[in-house]
């Protein structure tokens, strides 16, 4: 593999997810967030891509995701961080596994408290410095 050099990018996307999650939740919930974040920024997303037949695939998300465990309060926090800082966050709380649909899904969360969600996951996407800020201190997801 050619060494392409390391791109840093100007954007960082990243995921806090509540550590204690069930395997399955940790997938469903990245996935949710992350196309949430895709969905409000664009800019998120690469080019399609092509095999060597010439079938086209789907883009995929441009940069790196960067992925950290935390407690409930850790990701209050990071909501916290990312609301100062005028980011729009992806946010996914626990009432939201017990819905089926999307329409179920933005009831569960209009209902719960402003000031203390449940939060199981919560993905910012912005400018690099800024984001670094909102995450500080946090650890990779292992």
């Known amino acids: 593999m050619p060494d392409m050099g390391l791109m840093i990018y100007e954007t960082k996307t990243a995921l806090v997810l509540r550590a204690d ?4 939740q940790l997938a469903n919930v990245a996935a949710f967030l992350t196309g949430g974040l895709a969905g409000t920024n664009p800019v998120m997303m690469g080019e399609p891509y092509k095999d060597a037949a010439d ?5 995929l998300v441009r940069e790196p995701v960067f992925v950290y465990g935390g407690t409930v309060e850790e990701l209050r926090r990071t909501h ?10 992806a946010a996914y709380i626990e009432a939201m596994f017990k ?6 899904n933005r009831a569960a969360f209009a209902a719960a408290p402003a000031d203390a969600l449940d939060l199981v996951g919560v993905g910012v996407h912005g400018p690099r410095k800024v984001v670094d800020k ?6 990779f997801l292992s």
Do not use: E, I, M
């Open 99 to 104: 819905t089926t649909n999307d329409v179920d």
């Open 80 to 89: 916290r961080r990312a609301l100062d800082r005028a980011l729009r966050p």
């Open 21 to 24: 999650l069930a395997g399955w």
């Open 55 to 59: 079938r086209v695939y789907s883009p």
């Open 134 to 139: 909102v995450v500080n201190k946090l650890k």
